[in-house]
């Protein structure tokens, strides 16, 4: 089903009730989440746009047309609409390892750790945060920012002993293969 059909079978539904914008936001953002996760970009998106009409205050809406954009290469649309989430809910940590990957990809890779490290602070026991800032660390020839995330990880119980020691000798090789 196209996303106008969706909708027109839920207004068919819902016949002649009136529900209030959030509701129906509400169902937007489903939807949205929905057919991004089935990778029909295109219906994601009018969903997305669509909950945003009714409720131009959801970061979750900002945040899901950000990840619609990034996904099509539309970079600093995604940026703005990641912009958007965090400015409404700035707690939420997926939009900010949105944005720096949305970052990473316009060039902007300080940018994009400043994001990461942010949403470190907020969530000190998220391994996923601290294995972003140590990829682009490594990525970005980093490797004194990423031992220190090795440490910060480990003593934050967000990263085991063995994934440490893993990483550290990627950074031992990597440090190896730089020119003298």
Known sequence: DSTPA?????????????????????????????????ERFAEAETASLTALHF?????????????????DGRLDTAISHFEAALSLNPNDLWPYISIADAYSASGRPNDAMTALETAAEKAPWH??????????????????????????????????????????????????????
Request: charge should be negative.
């Open 6 to 38: 969706i909708s027109d079978r839920l207004v068919r539904n819902v016949g002649n009730a009136t529900l209030p914008k959030r509701v129906l936001a509400g169902v937007h953002e489903s939807l949205a989440v929905s057919l991004f996760e089935s």
């Open 55 to 71: 409720n131009p205050r959801s970061a979750r809406s900002h945040a899901m047309a950000g990840d619609i954009s990034l996904a």
């Open 127 to 180: 391994g996923g945060i601290w294995s972003e800032i140590i990829e682009l660390s490594i990525e970005q020839g980093w490797h004194d920012r990423a031992e220190a995330a090795v440490e910060s990880a480990v003593q934050n119980r967000a990263l085991s002993t063995e994934a440490a020691a893993r990483i550290r000798t990627r950074l031992e090789e990597a440090a190896q293969s730089l020119p003298q």
